[in-house]
């Protein structure tokens, strides 16, 4: 037996484990730093002016009095942009302040520097403004009238003249949600000296943000450099350029650093929320219980300006009809501007306000046929190598719809409570309701989602690794938002090099390249997929370069004898590789929205159980039991933070969370009256994973963090319709529509 | 920005006397949220925590500077029930039953409690000295009450023989940590007589005296009887349409969670 001098460390917190989060107990004892948190020495503080009106022409706009407030030092408008206008996800048509017209409560009008963010505000009170009101553009069935729209979309796919045996109709309203991130949008610009900025600013994408703003000041690319900062929370709401541009052209016309901070209530008129959607559909099905054919008309509000909307329209569109087989499907949708606060990206995209619509349907045509409203669904179920309902792409990747099914009806179902605890009945601590008040029902949600960009975008992410005798490094500009990606990018890259200690070296615009969204539910796939795409290389690299069969922290192997120390490796200095690391192509689809638009999917099943009051018309949402689709689990502790949070979100969707908007104008921006589910409305949830690997990513791994918020809400909708025995047309259901009241 | 800190009442109300425009601060749980929203900039704070004789319990005088944390231990079973639901475990350990009286929100949840127990709002000041005034009086509209310039909130004063039979409720769309859009609270005496007082559902807490007619005609209701309750409780009251609800499920839930509340009562 041949002995080694030196053993290989078993190395601790690859994939399958949950290491702990390098950021978890800084942020637990208050030490880590939020973009909130960010202070330069000299710095001003700025405020925004928004308008009180949904649409205005603006008659006069005079800055001299603010810039008369002692500490005040800039006042900037429209008029002070140096170069493009307007910025936009997609296309520019946002302006970067009101420009003659207001077209949304709230809109920024200009922004003020000054000393502190007291003098700021004073500032901003003392800049004379006069409007000429117009009366906003609020209805979404009159902007479409009115043709005022970012997309149209329509599918046309099989025979509209084949029908089924049964055929149901029903109509659907899903209000407006918000992202309401814990911490709120922040940021701070640093002029450099040389007539560039650097800017830490809350972002899901950098260099989304990169590309919007330098055309708008009218620099070079290089001049302005974006950086990753920390964030508690985005959900979609920091896709969009918020207080970006401003910052910046601030920060370049003091000269000095300048700080900006939303408070809750800016936080909810100064980024991009849900789109409210109202969508009609027919389904048919033939007598065995297969579905025959599905027409649908959709109709989402996109509000002021475009964001995301062409994208979220498209989403709404391919997956209306959830994940089941059929052949004719022909569906009409359209995303109209109004003066509505503007929507743009949220956690499901799309495809969370459509799943309410054909859950519903599903319901009813199994209840038309008499067939287990599981098992309808079951016989539907579209999986591997189908052709997808909406474009006819072949499913190439995995898509277990059918397993998680047969799993989920395998979950043991809760059994009434056995306690009277009034905190586990409806209404809670209020204790308005007794156990013999109560109606239990129950209900499905099984829907699909596509797993990062689609439609022809060149979809990608850069990482550069750095590997020393210290350990390795990983480049990346992808957004830590809270959702964990520092610790898989740690896992990924040690379990390929089998080297602990790993750092990952959140990179500004000008050190790396784009990873692309932290959306979509991509980053996983995307950035943990170029992270472990180029560790492997890297690997590959120094086994030949010095001829080894594995590598380790100690060095390069051969027949388990060390070859070479990790230090004679690197000799002196660092193995460095990057790459760019892309998913199957994707192309956009033709006339009929038939094509290959989409790189993967995932599928999620909830079965909820509730306990509602009719008569007071209050709900409990009691459990959850889940199946999701997640190709493979990297890290468990993180996958189930993901499922748990995000059907959380989907249950706040289905009876608490809306924003009111009464004529253009939001009328609960605090959390105060924006009810996001306590702990006390949260549901016990019991999650199973069903592991079929897709076709690229890390290890088959796919993305997790959208299906759970798709599901869990249609779930929880179906379920009060069950304990009351009657439609609800209308989510978030409230105790109004419960009881049947106006 | 000035803050005073007296240590004795003597000295808040001299202080209040001094500068009638000043805010008296409590727990802050209403006044800061003002602030934040910059609906207030107080000049002048009289800060009212470290007088101790505000934060008193005794006998049938509840010191306007009792926490809801302490209440939620109290013997009257409602003002328990209630002090469970404000906000959350910091609120009620910062909030206090006197910022709420002072605050006189349709929604303040100690409102019907005082209502239907028939408390009366002791007030002071340096010149005049006490005032009792009935909750009637006091409470004159939404967030308005009778409170004068130079005055301070002492206590509420609970009459002799309160009720041991009581109820609170309140209706919220969340589980917990939720402004009520209904609430009720119902005292039943030995004789059978009720009160029924509800919050939200008027500009100042509302008694339900016809409902509370009919219980004492029927003080062992039958279901007409309390079916007639419910139609006269949602007579009776006056609610709005807000962003938290509309006026017809208000009117509808107060009918019904004033008859679970006497049943409540009733079955005891
Ligand atoms: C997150 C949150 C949740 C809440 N939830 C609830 C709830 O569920 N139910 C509910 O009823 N309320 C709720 N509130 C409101 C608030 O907590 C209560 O009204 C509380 O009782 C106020 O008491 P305080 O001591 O904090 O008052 P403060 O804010 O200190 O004062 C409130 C007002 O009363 C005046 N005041 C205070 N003390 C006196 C006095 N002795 N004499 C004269 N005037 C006085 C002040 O000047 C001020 O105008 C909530 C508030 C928050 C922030």
């Not at chain 1, 640093?190 to 900025?197: E, F, L, Y």
């Not at chain 1, 939303?262 to 959607?277: C, N, Q, T, Y």
């Not at chain 2, 859009?181 to 559902?201: E, K």
Request: hydrophobic residues 40%.
């Amino acid at each position: 037996m041949t002995t080694s001098p030196v053993t290989r460390k078993r190395i601790r917190g690859g994939i399958g484990e949950s290491p702990l989060r390098p950021d978890g107990i800084p942020k637990v004892t208050g030490n880590f730093a939020y973009a909130s948190d960010l202070h330069a020495e000299g710095m001003l503080w700025a405020a925004t002016l928004r308008s009180p009106h949904p649409r205005a022409r603006i008659t006069k706009l005079d800055t001299a009095p603010a810039l008369a407030v002692g500490g005040v030092v800039a006042v900037l408008t429209q008029d002070d942009v140096p170069g493009r206008p307007g910025f936009g996800m997609h296309v520019p048509d946002q302006p970067v302040f009101a420009a003659g017209e207001c077209n949304y409560w709230g809109e920024p009008i200009a922004v003020v520097a000054a000393s502190d963010l007291e003098t700021a505000k004073l500032g901003v009170a003392a800049i004379v403004v006069e409007y000429e009101v117009l009366e906003p553009l609020t209805d979404m069935e009159e902007a479409d009238a009115a043709d005022s729209q970012t997309r149209r979309m329509k599918i046309r796919r099989g025979d509209r003249t084949v029908s089924g045996a049964v055929s149901v109709e029903g109509y659907y309203e899903v209000g407006q949600q918000d992202q309401a991130p814990l911490g709120n949008e922040a940021g701070l610009a640093i002029p450099d000296g040389d007539g560039g900025v650097d800017l830490y600013a809350v972002s899901q994408w950098v260099h989304s943000d990169h590309w919007q703003i330098y055309p708008c000041l009218n620099l070079e690319p290089e001049q302005i450099r974006c950086h990753p900062v920390g964030m508690g929370g985005a959900f979609g709401s920091r896709e969009d350029v918020s207080m970006h541009i401003h910052l910046c052209m601030l920060a370049l016309r003091t000269g000095r650093p300048v700080k900006m901070m939303f408070d809750r209530a800016e936080s909810f008129v100064g980024h991009v929320h849900r789109h409210p959607a109202r969508m009609w559909y027919r389904h048919e099905a033939d007598a065995d219980g297969k579905l025959v054919k599905v027409e649908a008309r959709l109709i989402l509000d996109g509000g002021a300006y475009e964001s995301s909307s062409n994208a979220v329209i498209a989403n709404a569109a391919y997956f209306a009809m959830g994940p089941y087989l059929c052949d004719n499907v022909f569906i009409d949708s359209v995303a109209v501007k109004t003066n509505n606060p503007p929507a743009g990206a949220m956690r499901g995209f799309g495809g969370v306000q459509t799943a309410f619509g054909h859950e519903a349907q599903m319901d009813r045509l199994a209840d038309e046929l008499s067939i287990d409203r599981l098992e309808f669904r079951r016989r539907n179920a579209l999986g591997q190598g189908d052709p997808m309902n909406s474009s006819g792409q072949i499913i190439e990747g995995s898509l277990p719809t059918a397993e998680l099914i047969d799993e989920l009806a395998s979950m043991p179902i809760v059994e009434p409570l056995a306690s009277d605890d009034p905190r586990h009945l409806p209404g809670g601590t209020g204790l308005t309701t007794n156990p013999d008040h109560v109606k239990r029902g129950m209900g499905y949600g099984v829907t699909i989602k596509n797993l990062a960009f689609s439609e022809a975008f060149d979809d990608y992410s850069d990482v550069r690794i750095s590997l020393s005798p210290i350990g390795v490094e990983v480049y990346t500009a992808a957004a830590e938002v809270g959702q964990g990606m520092v610790t898989i990018i740690q896992q990924l890259a040690r379990e390929v090099l089998k080297i602990e200690q790993v750092a990952v070296v959140w990179s500004d615009t000008n050190v790396i390249g784009s990873a692309g969204s932290t959306s979509a539910s991509r980053q996983t796939q995307m950035t943990g997929g170029a992270t472990y795409q180029c560790a492997v290389e890297l690997r590959q690299q120094i086994l030949d370069e010095f001829g080894g069969d594995d590598l380790s922290s100690e060095g390069v192997w051969r027949d388990g004898d060390l070859l070479v120390t990790l230090a004679e490796v690197c000799g002196g200095g660092a193995k460095e590789h990057e790459i760019r690391y892309r998913h199957p192509e994707t192309f956009a689809t033709d006339e009929n929205g038939q094509g290959d638009p989409h790189p993967a999917f995932a599928v999620a099943a909830h079965r909820a159980v509730v306990d509602v009051d009719p008569e007071l018309g209050l709900v409990r949402v009691v459990q959850l039991d889940t199946v999701q689709d997640v190709g493979k689990v990297l890290n468990p502790v993180a996958a189930l933070g993901q499922i748990e949070g995000g059907a959380l979100q989907g249950v706040g969707m289905a009876v608490l969370e809306e924003l009111v908007v009464d004529k253009g104008v939001i009328k609960n921006p605090n959390f105060t009256d924006y009810l996001l589910p306590t702990f006390l409305d949260a549901p016990h949830i019991e999650v199973r994973f069903v592991e079929e690997p897709e076709r690229w990513g890390p290890l088959g791994a796919k993305g997790i963090g959208e299906p759970p918020t798709i599901s869990a809400g249609p779930a929880v909708y179906a379920a009060i319709q069950d304990a009351i025995g009657r439609h609800l047309h209308r989510v978030p259901v409230l105790p109004q529509h419960i009881v049947g009241s106006s | 920005m000035e803050i005073t800190r007296p240590t004795s009442l003597v000295e808040a109300l001299e202080a209040r006397a001094e500068d009638p425009g000043a805010d008296l601060l409590a727990g802050g749980t209403d006044l800061m949220v003002e602030v934040n929203f910059g609906h207030s900039r107080p000049e002048h704070v009289i800060a009212l925590r470290r007088i101790a004789e505000l934060a008193q319990i005794d006998g049938n005088r509840i010191g306007a500077g009792v926490t809801w944390a302490r209440l939620e231990k109290s013997d009257h079973r409602a003002l328990a029930q209630l002090a469970r639901t404000v906000g959350s475990p910091q609120i009620r350990a910062a909030g206090t039953i006197g910022g709420n009286i002072g605050t006189a929100s349709p929604a303040g949840d100690g409102l019907p409690w005082l209502a239907a127990v028939e408390a009366e709002i002791e007030v002071t000041s340096k010149d005049r000295g006490v005032r009792r005034l009935p909750c009637s009086e006091f409470f004159t509209g939404v967030k308005r009450n009778a409170l004068a310039p130079d005055e301070v909130i002492t206590a509420a004063i609970l009459p002799e023989n309160v009720p041991t039979n009581q109820e609170f409720a309140k209706i919220g769309q969340r589980s917990a940590m939720v402004i009520s859009t209904v609430s009720a609270c119902v005292v039943r005496d030995d004789d059978g007589t009720v009160r029924v007082a509800l919050g939200s559902v008027a500009p100042t807490p509302l008694r339900a005296t016809r409902a509370e007619a009919l219980i004492a005609e029927n003080p062992d209701p039958s279901e007409a009887v309390l079916a007639e309750f419910v139609r006269t409780v949602s007579a009776e009251v006056s609610p709005i349409t807000d962003h938290r609800s509309t006026e017809s499920y208000r009117r509808h839930a107060a009918g019904v969670l004033a008859r679970r509340l006497l049943e409540r009562c009733l079955a005891r």
